[in-house]
């Protein structure tokens, strides 16, 4: 199993970036699949989920109007699009995917919002 995190970078407060997450070894199209984040010294927390077939989304209520999850079963790959970053969104960012009540982690990608 590969869940493999990528689109990361440094960006401007205003800015925005779009993560995506591609997963290999399991089937994606019946997984949940969400996003996760941890700042330095702060436990990781949920920043948003979405449903196997793309039915439902949940947002933490910092992210909430800002950043978008979605996803693409034809290329086993969900996306987060984050638009008007902030300095507190500073974090790595994981992909998470939940499969036969079976938690699988990618290794996380580096977001740096700073002027």
């Known amino acids: 199993v590969r869940l493999v995190e990528s689109g990361g970078g440094l960006v401007q407060p205003g800015g925005s970036l779009r993560l995506s997450c591609a997963v290999s070894?399991?089937?994606?199209?019946?997984?949940?699949m969400s996003w996760y984040r941890q700042a330095p010294g702060k436990e990781r927390e949920l920043v948003a989920a979405?449903?196997?077939?793309?039915?439902?989304?949940e947002y933490a209520d910092s992210v909430k109007g800002r950043f978008t999850i979605s996803r693409d079963n034809a290329k086993n790959t969900v996306y987060l699009q984050m638009n008007s970053l902030k300095p507190e969104d500073t974090a790595v960012y994981y992909c998470?995917?939940?499969?036969?009540?079976?938690?699988?982690w990618g290794q996380g990608t580096q977001v740096t919002v700073s002027s």
């Open positions: 998470k995917g939940r499969r036969s009540r079976i938690d699988y």
């Open positions: 979405i449903t196997s077939a793309g039915g439902s989304t």
């Open positions: 070894g399991f089937t994606f199209s019946s997984a949940a």
